[in-house]
C-alpha cells in the first residue's frame, strides 16, 4: 500500500469548528441538539449562534485544519 501524500484535513475538525478572518477558531454550544422542549425559552435563545473558543483549545483545533490559515 502506498502512502497518501501531503498533509490532511481531520474532517470530523472542519464539521464542528470554524477558522475566523482573524485566525481565531469558532464553535457552536452544546446543548441545542435535542430535548429542547423541557429548556427554558431564555436558555434556547442562549444556545444560539457561535462562541469563540478557548484559548487552551485554540492550538490544537488549527493544527488540525492546516489548509484554514
Not at 477558522?19 to 427554558?40: D, E, F, P, V
Amino acid at each position: 500500500m502506498r502512502r497518501p501524500k501531503g498533509i490532511r484535513t481531520r474532517k470530523s475538525v472542519a464539521k464542528r469548528f470554524k477558522i475566523t478572518g482573524r485566525g481565531k477558531a469558532t464553535r457552536t454550544r452544546a446543548g441545542r441538539r435535542h430535548l429542547c422542549s423541557n429548556k427554558s425559552p431564555k436558555r434556547r435563545r442562549g444556545l444560539r449562534g457561535s462562541v469563540v473558543v478557548d484559548k487552551t483549545d485554540q492550538y490544537r483545533i488549527i493544527q488540525n485544519l492546516p489548509f484554514s490559515h
